[in-house]
């Protein structure tokens, strides 16, 4: 067993991170650099607490944060072990060893334009906002009207880097960050920066509705990548004809099934791309919505090889009609985005990129994440409850503590899309699980939003969704009886 | 010869629009319903301004523009006649009966992500703007952020369609226009609703560079179409395998070359669409800058049969970076359009839209577009005179009394990359004609914008342009006169 405390930690009491996130980023850095090896026991929290004068809590939490990114695991009454970073067993993850009980669900108001996922708008923060808008319109109105760069205002690139250093250990320059018009705005100059028509792509399956959309329309060949409870699995050369050239996976938060890539897969994903000389791209869409724990280091953080393009939005954590998101270049690989823009055009609009950086370095952005987030994890839990009580006998959850939406399996014989589309005329919205598989079986389950309803909104809704399934379920039984 | 005073001409001398520009429409509508026939002798000037009562000038004027427009010519002696609207030679032609003789060239100052055909953003009206969006903040600031429709804020395409009901002919309704992040965005939008990938697709040749770039990424086969002096020629099916599905032309002025296409033109290839089952794209770039006569009636507005999408821009008469353009959907195609943008996400920005509806209904952008249009008018002319003084030995060019750059063709030997380059190396910035052509043989020549420049500006650079190209043209007969 190594002896932790003799390693030259750097604990800082004066450092704006808890001593906690301290220990676990050193921890963690030891481990992905091998210095930690695998199967390697660390040291009882009580003695390495004492070995480094703190409190045994704080080592506790720390082991957690890091048994929840799956660096390290539990072995019962033998204390944290480093996990085999190559075993690719899911049974083996800490994170998904066991599997949640059923329990039942709800969806609730629809508006056009409202898809499960989305934030809630009356939490926007209008006040801080408008302020900010009009402060920064008057001190520096060039800002909104003439850009220097194709990537975007400069100092929301600055804000940005700042920005993915805090929440996503990500130690990147402004230069390699371009603003683009959203997810699928960055998507699309991945595609068109780093591949040609007719190399293959891996897609996720199940995946975002638009990026197959969107590969598909440029001329990709797509291969689906079975999601196991570890994430989408590694493509195979023994099985395929072709490798893929990239692959577009959402590690922090598989969408739409949930649950979070562990350490080793992401590890091996980074061998694979070197291996086969491909890109990952990692489609952060809600990486901020971690309900327990802090935010699991995105994947790109892992790439010491320039094969990682990191994508995130502004969509999720501020507003989706803001159209403002963003892709982070390994610095090889700037001049090829460059000329891309400069063939294909810039989508991204530039009037409130300077308020936004604003917005981001006066801490008013961070005021509102942890805000949000404080409030969708009471919806969220309340989402989960009423799910447990009322809806259990028709669906089952894995409660990935993540996201912004809860995604659920239907019981055998219920049909998702009939559901759906009840759903629908009865004013409540929600989407079937199968329409975003793009091959082989599809779950049938649905896709419930809890962030953009109140909590007498989410109850309305439950119930009424509730009634919904029972009255379908009778129907199927009655058809079984007769046939 | 037919009375048009006969007919029930409805002059409103109270109406917000000039008489001439009322009787203008109305003789044009008249020729464009065939009422008024093809050869058909107009009234002389004096009888018509007599007959109605109004004065002679108001009479000429009105026959002057139709000229322009290519709905009628003037004959020698013998008064003014509808133009034969099959008649496709392209001499017959008013606008483009006398090539201008050759005149000489310059380009002024080079800033990293300025073009040729970029505004000036020293003219923008940052006053009225800042305070409009901080108004509209104040007011209103849900509009900033909550988005009712994916085809964007309803007031701001109800602003569009009375803008393009005065500016370009349109007769539409606000339920037609989707707003989009720029031209680019509203040419991938009618792609994707309206072609399949293998599908042919004519583009001008030359044209707009980011255009082939996208159609060739989307798995468009490309048909090149080559432009006369009355534009873009109609695809011909004896010499072809496939009818292209779409076209997308420039017809207020063809882009590079600059020239409208004349209404003949346009009616034929409104047939062609008709018997061809396929769809117009109308990129109308800059229809507003026009510096003779008012603006042509858009192609659109001839469509009698729902098969143009229109597309327009805010780039050039207000922001480039504000990225917000639209496009006019016929009726029939707002449910493809809708799944497109489902399918395929949103890019256009909200947070500007209601701000820019409430520029535009306050009169603020109409004087905005007045104002930079005497102003790019005054540079454009001090550069063609320029051109004309300094440069008529190396460039010709013909003037077109429109657009937002000035492209001229190099005298023989003089190869436009390379001068390009060379103008790059000392600062100043120009566009080679040649990188503009798809296939076949190009024309050299440069691409010169004005109105980003100063008349100073203008003035040193073309001295130094004339001092590059003298140098290189001593160099090219130099070396002829060595082989």
């Known amino acids: 067993m ?86 690719l067993d899911p049974q083996d993850s800490a994170r998904n060893a066991a599997p949640s009980s059923p329990i039942s669900s709800s969806i609730p108001d629809a508006t056009p334009a409202l898809h499960p996922g989305y934030p809630d708008n009356r939490l926007f923060p209008y006040r801080q906002w408008t302020r900010c808008l009009a402060r920064t319109a008057r001190l520096t109105p060039e800002a909104l009207i003439v850009g220097k760069s194709p990537f975007g205002d400069l100092p929301l690139r600055q804000s940005i880097a700042a920005y993915l250093a805090d929440w996503r250990g990500l130690d990147i320059q402004p230069e390699q960050v371009m603003i683009t018009a959203g997810s699928v705005d960055a998507l699309e100059n991945c595609i068109r920066s780093l591949a040609m028509p007719g190399d293959v792509i891996g897609l996720e399956n199940p995946c975002y509705r638009p990026l197959r959309n969107i590969a598909a329309n440029q001329g990709m060949r797509i291969e689906w990548l079975s999601v196991d409870a570890e994430g989408a699995e590694i493509p195979s050369e023994s099985r395929r004809t072709a490798t893929p050239k990239m692959v577009i996976l959402t590690p922090s938060h598989q969408f739409p099934l949930g649950g979070a ?4 897969r992401r590890l091996e ?82 009037p409130c990129q300077r308020a936004l950086a604003n917005f981001i370095d006066s801490g008013d952005f961070y005021r509102h994440i942890r805000r949000v987030r404080r409030i969708y994890a009471e919806r969220r839990r309340l989402l989960l409850d009423l799910l447990q009580q009322k809806m259990s006998h028709f669906v089952a959850l894995q409660d990935h503590q993540a996201g912004m939406q809860v995604t659920v399996t239907l019981a055998p014989g219920l049909d998702d899309r009939e559901i759906c589309a009840a759903a629908g005329a009865r004013g409540l919205l929600a989407a079937p699980l199968s329409s975003y598989y793009g091959a082989g079986e599809a779950s049938h389950g649905l896709l419930l939003g809890f962030c953009p309803y109140s909590e007498d909104e989410i109850r309305d809704y439950v119930a009424v969704l509730s009634e919904l399934l029972e009255a379908r379920q009778r129907r199927v039984q009655s058809l079984q009886s007769v046939f």
């Not at 890539?261 to 080793?264: G, K, Q, S, T």
């Not at 501020?318 to 989508?347: C, N």
């Open 269 to 350: 994903y980074q061998q694979w791309a070197n291996a086969n000389d491909a890109w990952i791209i990692e489609d952060d869409y809600d990486g901020e919505f971690r309900y327990a724990g802090r935010p699991i280091p995105a994947l790109a953080s892992l790439d010491t090889s320039g094969r990682t393009i990191y994508i995130g939005t502004f969509s999720k954590v501020f507003a989706v009609s803001l159209r403002l998101g963003y892709l982070i270049m390994p610095p090889p690989l700037i001049a090829r985005f460059a000329d891309t823009l400069a063939k294909f055009g810039v989508k991204a609009a530039l």
């Open 261 to 264: 890539m562990p350490v080793n």
């Open 2 to 87: 190594p002896n932790l405390a003799s390693i030259a930690f750097t604990l800082q009491r004066d450092s704006k991170d808890p001593l906690f996130v301290q220990l676990c980023d050193q921890i963690r850095q030891r481990i992905v650099s091998g210095w930690l090896l695998q199967n390697s026991q660390l040291p009882p929290s009580r003695r390495l607490a004492t070995d480094l004068g703190i409190s045994r809590s704080t080592v506790v939490t720390a082991y957690e944060q890091l048994v929840a990114e799956g660096y390290i695991e539990g072995r019962t009454g033998a204390g944290f072990y480093v996990r085999e970073l190559a075993d």
